[in-house]
């Protein structure tokens, strides 16, 4: 199994900060990494595939980056609506989550 | 735009069976393009792969899980579905269904979510 680490567990943050997120793969991945952002009692939401590929409709503030073992991903001004938990998911062998990042107001 | 929809037993006791149903609307399932998975996240936890199914009747499914579950298609109804057999309390879970392109994917549309809680 391929095991995905998120850091940190929980990002306290002010609008406009720039914030990021990192996921660690146990194992190489190549670039087969997505992110997710996900709000309480909802589906999670596409943002990111291919590490860095951004999803059609997402806001170009959202930007993802790495390859191999280490990922990020980075709000470049954190907007009142990106308050959530943020998964990043591999899908380079089966399909593996992280344990979430919860973004919340500082 | 596609869209999808989980329906099913909501409360189980434990060792009974778990099944839902996802209908697909806005999309046909038979598209031979997509992939058709099921996803689920207990409470306060992270989501956790379960298997999927294409067009062609093919399976795939989470080692951890394999033994006890089953996905099935209905391409005349554009449905899919989950049965997960001899549920346990750790089976409570709100479980997605969702879209992925030919596999190994990501997911770009999901359903809302059902919870099914097993209790005694």
Same mark, same amino acid.
């Given at each position: 199994?391929?095991?995905?680490? %998120?850091?940190?567990?929980?990002?306290?943050?002010?609008?406009?900060?720039?914030?990021?997120?990192?996921?660690?793969? =146990? +194992?190489?991945?190549?670039?087969?990494?997505?992110?997710?952002? %996900? *709000?309480?009692?909802?589906?999670?939401?596409?943002?990111?595939? *291919? #590490?860095?590929? $951004?999803?059609?409709?997402?806001? =170009?503030?959202?930007?993802?980056?790495?390859?191999?073992?280490?990922?990020?991903?980075?709000?470049?001004?954190?907007?009142? /609506?990106?308050? #959530?938990?943020?998964?990043? %998911? +591999?899908?380079? =062998?089966?399909?593996?989550? @992280?344990?979430?990042?919860?973004?919340?107001?500082? | 735009?596609? +869209?999808?929809?989980?329906?099913?037993? @909501?409360?189980?006791?434990? =060792? %009974?069976?778990?099944?839902?149903?996802?209908?697909?609307?806005?999309?046909?399932?038979?598209?031979?393009?997509?992939?058709?998975?099921?996803?689920?996240?207990?409470?306060? *936890?992270?989501?956790?792969?379960?298997?999927?199914?294409?067009?062609?009747?093919?399976?795939?499914?989470?080692?951890? $899980?394999?033994?006890?579950?089953?996905?099935?298609? /209905?391409?005349?109804?554009?449905?899919?579905?989950?049965?997960?057999?001899?549920?346990?309390? #750790? /089976?409570?879970?709100?479980?997605?269904?969702?879209? @992925? #392109?030919?596999?190994?994917?990501?997911? /770009?549309?999901?359903?809302?979510?059902?919870?099914?809680?097993?209790?005694?």
């Amino acid at each position: 199994d391929i095991q995905m680490t %998120q850091s940190p567990s929980t990002l306290s943050a002010s609008v406009g900060d720039r914030v990021t997120i990192t996921c660690r793969a =146990s +194992q190489r991945i190549s670039s087969w990494l997505a992110w997710y952002q %996900q *709000k309480p009692g909802k589906a999670p939401k596409l943002l990111i595939y *291919k #590490a860095s590929t $951004l999803e059609s409709g997402v806001p =170009s503030r959202f930007s993802g980056s790495g390859s191999g073992t280490e990922f990020a991903l980075t709000i470049s001004s954190l907007q009142p /609506d990106d308050f #959530a938990t943020y998964y990043c %998911q +591999q899908y380079s =062998s089966y399909y593996t989550f @992280g344990q979430g990042t919860k973004v919340e107001i500082k | 735009q596609l +869209q999808l929809q989980e329906s099913g037993s @909501g409360l189980l006791k434990p =060792s %009974q069976t778990l099944s839902l149903t996802c209908a697909v609307s806005g999309g046909s399932i038979s598209s031979g393009a997509y992939s058709w998975h099921w996803i689920r996240q207990p409470p306060g *936890k992270a989501l956790e792969w379960i298997g999927y199914i294409y067009h062609t009747e093919s399976t795939y499914y989470n080692p951890s $899980l394999e033994s006890r579950v089953t996905i099935s298609i /209905d391409r005349s109804k554009d449905q899919f579905s989950l049965k997960l057999r001899s549920v346990t309390a #750790a /089976d409570t879970a709100v479980y997605f269904c969702a879209r @992925g #392109a030919t596999a190994p994917t990501y997911f /770009d549309y999901w359903g809302q979510g059902t919870l099914v809680t097993v209790s005694s």
